[in-house]
């Protein structure tokens, strides 16, 4: 036996008031608005009436305290898997926007040489591979159930493009992974396929702070 399905949840809005690109940075924690967001998701699978039987989560701060409310929810604790993290990045703990954006500055342009790979940080092949292998290990790691991982909007990205048989590149404004989102897998035939995608938190995105993703 295995899982019924595998809802891959990203974590909820971050205190980040320098608004930079965190990355793996430690310490950056939900803000109070993230915690409102990581409730609704845990509130949304409820609903649904979802038989969570494991909670995993990156091991990120945000990521953890995301999977908080999930795992209070259904009574779980929280296992915790290093390939749900957030990519490298070069350009950590920067500003990327703005006048003194990170992007304006000609010592930084090397790292922008090939955005198909890409050049700044872990290839987008390797982010699939290790999510794609971490979520058939979640699947084959309960006997009943679903399985929840909580980890970050490029890695669950990723996954969405590799399912879909879409270029692994991608224009980073035109990801549909918003905060506290779920996307949700399922096993059809030998392969797994997206069968649903919901931003339960969406009353809380307009305005949020959304700028420290990879």
Known sequence: MVASQVHLV??????NPERVLYGRLPNYRLSDQGDLMATTAADELVERGRAVVRVVASPLQRAQESAAPIAA???LSIDTDERLIEPTNVFEGKRMRGPDGALRDLRNWP???NPLRPSWGEPFRAVSKRMLAAIEDAWNSVDEGDVVLVSHQLPIWMVHRTLAHEPLAHDPRKRRCD?????TLSWHGDHFTETAYVSP???YLDPSND???V
């Open 10 to 15: 990203r974590h909820g809005e971050v205190f």
């Open 73 to 75: 929810a259904y009574g």
């Open 111 to 113: 790292a922008l040489i």
């Open 179 to 183: 905060l506290s989102s779920i996307t």
């Open 201 to 203: 938190a969406l009353a």
């Open 211 to 213: 700028v420290g993703a």
